[in-house]
T-cell receptor, first 114, second 115 residues
Framework: QQQVKQSPQSLIVQKGGISIINCAYENTAFDYFPWYQQFPGKGPALLIAIRPDVSEKKEGRFTISFNKSAKQFSLHIMDSQPGDSATYFCAATDRGSTLGRLYFGRGTQLTVWP | DTAVSQTPKYLVTQMGNDKSIKCEQNLGHDTMYWYKQDSKKFLKIMFSYNNKELIINETVPNRFSPKSPDKAHLNLHINSLELGDSAVYFC??????????????FGSGTQLSVL
């Protein structure tokens, strides 16, 4: 059972456009929602993260929007650049759990055309 | 200095062979993981260790055996390799305290190809 559902599977955006990736979860115990970025041949790396006590977090061109009642969160990439082309994973975890496990979405392959 | 390093980068082997992948982290983290990434990029957790103690053991065939000689190292040994084991294997580490934000640091991966 997929704990975090991510869409779309792939996304093609023109340079300068907005890229939007959506995720949904069911477990109300989740209280930390990171996004990881993975370039070809590399391991995933933390990009940005949010806790459910805020509805939005922005870091440069990257923004997470969080809707606690809908149990959904999304990543917006403003002014998308070819260098943003990568695979993006949303994730969720219960920080109070002893397991310390991150549940990943299935990933979104983003391609930004110049 | 590479924070999480794993070797080898590429591993090509025949079905039925036994192989090992090594992982070391110099971040002083207590928790280490093995993830498997299939051809569709899906990241699946396999194991996690905290201070050399096995914490998470997902539904992984017994042919996969992790070994943590100390908290800076987590190796993965695979017996009787099968075609379906072909994937990219990632080692990761984190400082895991309950109630705190978790940040995973991943290695660059080991591309395993079973022929």
């Amino acid at each position: 059972q997929q704990q975090v559902k991510q869409s779309p599977q792939s996304l093609i955006v023109q340079k300068g456009g907005i890229s939007i990736i959506n995720c949904a979860y069911e477990n109300t115990a989740f209280d930390y929602f990171p996004w990881y970025q993975q370039f070809p041949g590399k391991g995933p790396a933390l990009l940005i993260a949010i806790r459910p006590d805020v509805s939005e977090k922005k870091e440069g061109r990257f923004t997470i929007s969080f809707n606690k009642s809908a149990k959904q969160f999304s990543l917006h990439i403003m002014d998308s650049q070819p260098g943003d082309s990568a695979t993006y994973f949303c994730a969720a975890t219960d920080r109070g759990s002893t397991l310390g496990r991150l549940y990943f979405g299935r990933g979104t392959q983003l391609t930004v055309w110049p | 200095d590479t924070a999480v390093s794993q070797t080898p980068k590429y591993l090509v082997t025949q079905m039925g062979n036994d192989k090992s992948i090594k992982c070391e982290q110099n971040l002083g983290h207590d928790t280490m993981y093995w993830y498997k990434q299939d051809s569709k990029k899906f990241l699946k957790i396999m194991f996690s260790y905290n201070n050399k103690e096995l914490i998470i053991n997902e539904t992984v065939p017994n042919r996969f055996s992790p070994k943590s000689p100390d908290k800076a190292h987590l190796n993965l040994h695979i017996n009787s390799l099968e075609l379906g084991d072909s994937a990219v294997y990632f080692c990761a580490s984190s400082t895991r305290y309950r109630g705190q934000d978790e940040k995973l640091f991943f290695g660059s991966g080991t591309q395993l190809s079973v022929l």
